[in-house]
Each structure stands twice: as structure tokens, then as C-alpha cells.
């Protein structure tokens, strides 16, 4: 009986070694899965820590001016089409970059003088600069390019100083009204401009600074960009759908300004009122489907499935 124990043993043993390598050989050994050094996760740390008041302030600006309520979309998007190349992402990553370095301290030395000035415009762009070096720095230039398009596509959400918006809205606005007037009048409206006031029996209708399709064209080539990335093209129809989102969002504005000249003309000021705020809905949807329309014509199409 005890010259058989060893050998039970054994037997027990050969059981339980094969068991404990087939567990191991089910560890996950692609290199992107391995543990990351903490000084990593300590440079995110900081990335959040110094952008994080930057967004909040963005966050207000989005809040309180209509012109730059598309920001609220354009951070969640970012993520989302980061999300969606993370095997991508996950297989690029390599060995740094130094080219990266230069780019995380001018960026941070733009941010510091920004601040310094109170000049808040900058901040995006500060933010999507060091967001570039750091990935740069740490993973290498293969996987900035998976991740090029969404950390650029950031900007969007920034803002831009009125110095440079005032002349685009003001000609966006003029050929709003313009438009709207020249088309009800083709329909049989009595109606007369005066710059940016349109007047019908009774009634007038302003396009005012908030009305005048800047939101819509901001918005609009934002999409045509997003829309290009995602889409089957070559350089030239991504540069098409770029140069065609503004007056295919002047187009829209006219349209929604002709349309509440008819509203106000039917319903009067009350009506002016209430279809205000769904027209500018109607006119985002419309120039929407007129750049996928336009989108289809010059043979943009979805990827082929993987």
C-alpha cells in the first residue's frame, strides 16, 4: 500500500500541471494590453487636470451663446469615433516620438499666455496641441494618425473672437435676407428690404445677428468634415463637401427666413413667435439632407465592411 501513494501522487500532479498552463496560456500577450508605466497615467492625470477648467469654461460659452451650441456634440463625437478605432489604436501603439515634445511645450506656453491675457479663445487649440504630443510622445506617430481626425476634429468646439465672426455673419445675414426677400417676392408677397429688415403688410421681419445662418454654416461644415472621414472619398469630394457646406447653409437660412415670412404673414407676430425656434430645426434638417443628397451625387459611399 505505500509503494502505491508516490505513485497517486504523481498521477494527481500530472493532472493539475497541463490545467494550470492552459489557464495561462489564455493571458492576454498583445503588447498594447500589457500594463502601462504609471508615469503614463500621470501625465493624463495632468493633461485633465490643466484642460479640465478650459472645457468647462467652452462648456459655458456653449451654454449661453446659440452661435456655438453645436460644441455640446462635438467632444462626444470625438469619443465615439475614438472608440470605434480602438483594435487600431490598440495595435499602433509603439515606441514614442520626440516630436511630440515641442508640440506639448508651445501648446502649454500658448494656454499659459492666454490665461495670462484672458484671452480664452486659444484654449482649444492649446488643448488639441498637447493632446497631440502626448500621444506622440508616448505611443508613437502611427497611432496620432489613427487618432489624428477625432483630436483635430475638436476644434469644432472651440470659439473664435468676434473680430472674425462679425464680417461672416454680417454677409451671411445680408444674403439671408436678401434671398428670403427675392423668393417671397417670386411667390406674390408684398414685401420690401430695408438691409436686414423685411417689410410685409402689417408686420416685420428682422434677421437678426442670431438668425443670420452662422450657427447653421459653423454646424454644417462641421459635419461636412465629419462626413468626409467617415465616408469612402478621395481628397477632392472631401474638399467639395467642405467649400459646398456654406451655401448650402445659406440656402437653408433663406429658406427658414421665407418661411416665417409666410408664417407671419398668415398668423402674424404670435405665429412669428411660435414657429421661430422649430424653423431654425427644419432648416438644420433640410441643409442636413441637401449635403447628403450632395454627398451621394459625387459618389461618396460607406466603407465596405472589414
Not at 78 to 106: C, D, E, K
Not at 251 to 270: D, H, K, P, Y
Request: hydrophobic share 55%; charged share 15%.
Amino acid at each position: 500500500m505505500n509503494d502505491r501513494d508516490p505513485e497517486a501522487t504523481l498521477q494527481v500532479e500530472a493532472v493539475e500541471i497541463p490545467e494550470q498552463e492552459t489557464a495561462d496560456d489564455q493571458k492576454p500577450t498583445h503588447p498594447a494590453l500589457a500594463a502601462r508605466p504609471r508615469s503614463e497615467w500621470l501625465v493624463w492625470a495632468a493633461f485633465v487636470a490643466v484642460y479640465a477648467p478650459v472645457v468647462v469654461e467652452y462648456a459655458r460659452e456653449w451654454a449661453a451663446d446659440e452661435r456655438y451650441s453645436h460644441g455640446w456634440l462635438i467632444f462626444p463625437i470625438s469619443l465615439g469615433l475614438t472608440y470605434m478605432n480602438r483594435s487600431r489604436l490598440a495595435a499602433s501603439i509603439g515606441t514614442g516620438s520626440f516630436v511630440g515634445l515641442p508640440l506639448i511645450v508651445f501648446g502649454l506656453v500658448a494656454h499659459s499666455i492666454a490665461w495670462f491675457l484672458r484671452f480664452p479663445h486659444v484654449g482649444m487649440w492649446s488643448l488639441v496641441m498637447v493632446l497631440a504630443g502626448i500621444v506622440m510622445s508616448l505611443y508613437g506617430m502611427a497611432a496620432w494618425r489613427v487618432v489624428r481626425f477625432p483630436a483635430l476634429f475638436l476644434l469644432f468646439a472651440g470659439t473664435l473672437p468676434n473680430r472674425l465672426i462679425e464680417p461672416i455673419n454680417l454677409k451671411v445675414q445680408s444674403l439671408s435676407a436678401v434671398g428670403a426677400a427675392h423668393v417671397m417676392s417670386f411667390l406674390g408677397y408684398t414685401v420690401m428690404r430695408e438691409g436686414n429688415r423685411i417689410e410685409i403688410p402689417g408686420y416685420v421681419v428682422e434677421v437678426a445677428d442670431i438668425c443670420s445662418g452662422y450657427k447653421k454654416t459653423v454646424a454644417l461644415l462641421a459635419f461636412a468634415f465629419l462626413y468626409g472621414y467617415v465616408m469612402t472619398s478621395s481628397p477632392v469630394r472631401r474638399i467639395v463637401l467642405c467649400v459646398a457646406a456654406i451655401p448650402i447653409a445659406v440656402l437653408a437660412n433663406v429658406g427658414r427666413v421665407a418661411g416665417l415670412i409666410a408664417v407671419t404673414s398668415a398668423g402674424g407676430s404670435e405665429a412669428l413667435h411660435k414657429a421661430h425656434d422649430p424653423a431654425e430645426m427644419v432648416a438644420l434638417l433640410v441643409a442636413f439632407v441637401l449635403f447628403i443628397l450632395l454627398g451621394k451625387a459625387i459618389g461618396c459611399r460607406l466603407p465596405e465592411p472589414a
